[in-house]
């Protein structure tokens, strides 16, 4: 049998802390000069001036080279090469020389990152999300996401899927922190908070003493601060419930008074280069980042559906036993859009006054009520008087309709701009479903339990309006026919 060749077993390789060090410097590079896409090997060798094959083994710290090859890797990217970013080959390090495979992951792994994860929710018991789970890891460790954004309605799970995914990627970072917003705290407080954290029981300086520095200095000397660590550290940042600083009854996206220093947070993060990733979770989107995102760039938003039938079934399940068939299920499921939350609350409702019999609870022909109905209406109660109006006439509608269709409903002058401003809002705060298909007009529509729930507002809707005229006749009247309609069906 042919001998396999033996790798050498002697000369240097990188480090660890060198290639972090070298890693750093060659992604900060690729942004600067390569609008952030990937040196290839060719692209390596002649910025190194290195053979493609001596740029390979240099990376994979698997074979030894001389030293003065690592010299020349380190000048080509304006580093000094020091004693602390080499070793000999042999000497134990995360599995290099003994053996065992290296990760393809371009970060080296850390046996006991910090953690502190706060009030973050027990995902020990979770079901579904694999592919979503599997996209979001792929963008943190190998696209290299500096700001990703989970968007989704209330109760769909944002925020489990981020505690699952900080976990399961918690050793590619030295630093793991989740954070809830919930109780809208002023973005001076989360950064000492933050900082306090990262200083790891070290004393850090925070004193806001001199009466002559302001708030807003003081907070973009905490910014700085934060961004400082985000790029000498591998830290993993998760801030949960964004939308609790985010505006009511205002187009989507704006905040409130008071917050908006947090835009500036977002946007250098998502703008300024670090090694470190910040994911949010939101049920709207804050808008800085429909301007800073793409399918290629480092700032990515990512909407979540709801469960799919396996998931879900596995759900409720775990609640208790009940009298039914899966298809009796599926339809509940399919009613609610797959709503973690919402099938909860279900289950233990059919479970408690139906003793598990589905359809008993099917019989009730109610299916928003107690939470469900608290949930929503948290949602509907942040829309602008457009956005509400919208929604009205799609609960009347029913069917999906078009922009045009829209517009006839409602009568009063709407410019085109201000409809489609409002269509937009309520599509980032994922309240409305878009339907397309070949040689016809996008077509709207919301989904069956947010209907169910306007449903008892809209008979008010189209009977009382602010100013009587014929204009609000003829809505009232069209509103009419149309709900007459729809309760023959």
Known sequence: MEKHKQKRRRGVILSLAGLNKLQEAKYQAEFQVN????????????R????????????????????????????????ELTTSDYQRVGNSESGVGNGEETSPNPYPLIPTPYCDWGEAVDVSIFFGRTEELTQLEHWILNDRCRLIVLLGMGGIGKSSLSVKLATQIQTQFEFVVWRSLRNSPSLLDLLTSLLKF?????????????????????????????????????????????????????HSG??????????ELLKQVGETFHQSCVVLTSREKPQEITILEGETLPVRSLHLPGLCTG????????????????ADWQNLIEHYSGNPLA??????????????????????????????????????????????DLMYWLTINREPVTIAELREDLVLPISSMKLLEALDSLSRRNLIEKKSAPQTSVQFTLQPVLMDMLQKFVQR?????????????????????????????
Do not use: W
């Open 311 to 326: 998931a879900a079934l596995e759900l409720v399940r775990t609640k208790s036993f009940f009298c039914g068939s899966d």
């Open 461 to 489: 809707y189209v009977v009382k309006f602010r100013v009587g005229g014929d204009k609000d006749k003829e809505t009232r009247d069209k509103g009419i026919r149309r709900q007459g309609t729809r309760d023959k069906e």
């Open 343 to 388: 099938l909860k609350i279900i289950a233990t409702t059919i479970q408690e006054l139906f003793d598990g019999d589905i359809k008993e609870f099917q019989t009730q022909r109610t299916t928003v009520f107690g939470s469900i109905y608290d949930l929503l209406e948290q949602q509907f109660y942040r829309l602008s008087a457009l956005e509400k």
């Open 35 to 46: 609008d952030g896409a990937r040196f290839t090997l060719e692209e390596l060798s002649y």
């Open 254 to 263: 704006h905040y409130q008074p008071g917050y908006e220093d947090y835009k």
């Open 48 to 79: 190194t001036q290195l053979a493609p094959f001596t740029v390979s083994k240099v990376l994979a710290r698997e074979e030894g080279v001389d030293k003065q090859t690592l010299e020349y890797f380190f000048r080509a990217f304006g580093l």
């Open 198 to 250: 990262f200083a790891n029981g070290q004393a850090i300086n925070l004193s806001l003493n001199d009466s002559n520095v302001l708030q807003e200095d003081a907070t973009r000397l905490r910014i700085a601060k934060l961004m400082e660590h985000l790029r000498s550290h591998r830290c993993l940042i998760v801030l949960d419930n964004v939308e609790s600083i985010l505006a009511r009854h205002e």
